[in-house]
Structures are given as C-alpha cells and as structure tokens.
C-alpha cells in the first residue's frame, strides 16, 4: 500500500467509525448533554463538521459547502440530517484528499497566525474529529448504548 493509499483508507475507517457512534445514538439521544453546560450529541457531531469543512478548505483551497456559516447553528440536530451533514464533512475530505498530490501536501498554507504544510492541515484534522467523536463515547454510555468498537486498518 502507498502512503496515500494508508492515508485514503485511514479517513474512511474514521468516516465509518463515526458512522456507527451515530446510527448507535437512539434518535431521542441526539439532543442529550451530560450537564447543561456543554454540548448534546448532536451539537459535537454537527462541531465535527464544522471543523471537518473548515481546515480541509484551508489545506485543499476546496470552498466549504457550508460557506461562512455554522453547522452546528443551522442543521437541524436530528439523526438523519446530522448524520447526513457529518457524512457529507467526511466525503468532503475524502474527495480532497484524492484530488491533492504528495507533492501538494507539502505545500504550506495560512492557519490562523500560522504557516503549516498542508499535511499538517489534514493531520490536525483528523485528530480534532477524533477527539470529539471520543468525547461522545461517554453520552453514549449514559444514554445505555456500548460505543461501536474501532477499525485501525
């Protein structure tokens, strides 16, 4: 397998992954926050895609389909249009990510004050939405539901 090939597969693995945390999440649960002072479940998907949109434009020069605004404020926080939208985020990536060369990922590009390779652009990512997928575990349990094991390769 070529890096690009491990990479490809790595972001459909995290695309499925995250797949299985939602269709896990009982309808009535995707508005379910731990506390009152943080997030429900659909609100950390719907951060995922906001996320998932805004750095993958950053590295790919690619516009968001969400232009400048929010997910998290304008999708409907059901399962079936939450599930939709984080899709989408992922598909997005994945078609960006068969578009851009090797030799384009280490290209730099503007981040916030920073200059970062494109790579990096894509690493960041795909940690962020790692990150909150995981935080989601914990709604899960307490919503009685098993968090879906993962899928390394």
Do not use: C
């Not at 998907?45 to 690619?62: C, E, T």
């Not at 969400?66 to 997910?71: C, K, N, Q, R, W």
């Not at 494109?118 to 914990?138: S, W």
Request: hydrophobic content about 35%; charged content about 20%; aromatic content about 12%.
């Amino acid at each position: 397998m070529t890096t690009q090939e491990v990479i490809n597969k790595t972001w459909e693995n995290a695309k499925d992954y995250t797949k299985r945390y939602l269709d896990a999440m009982p309808a009535d649960g995707y508005d379910f926050k731990p506390t009152p002072e943080i997030w429900s479940f659909a609100q950390q998907m719907l951060h995922i895609v906001d996320a998932n949109y805004y750095f993958i434009s950053v590295a790919s020069g690619k516009p968001s389909p969400l232009g400048y605004t929010s997910a998290q404020q304008t999708i409907e926080p059901t399962k079936e249009v939450t599930t939709k939208a984080v899709m989408d985020s992922y598909d997005f990536i994945i078609d960006a990510l068969s578009e851009i060369t090797p030799e384009q990922l280490t290209e730099t590009v503007k981040y916030g004050d920073l200059e970062i390779p494109k790579a990096a652009a894509f690493g960041k990512t795909f940690e962020h939405q790692a990150h909150h997928r995981g935080q989601t575990a914990i709604y899960l349990r307490l919503k009685g539901v098993v968090p879906p094991d993962g899928v390394i390769f």
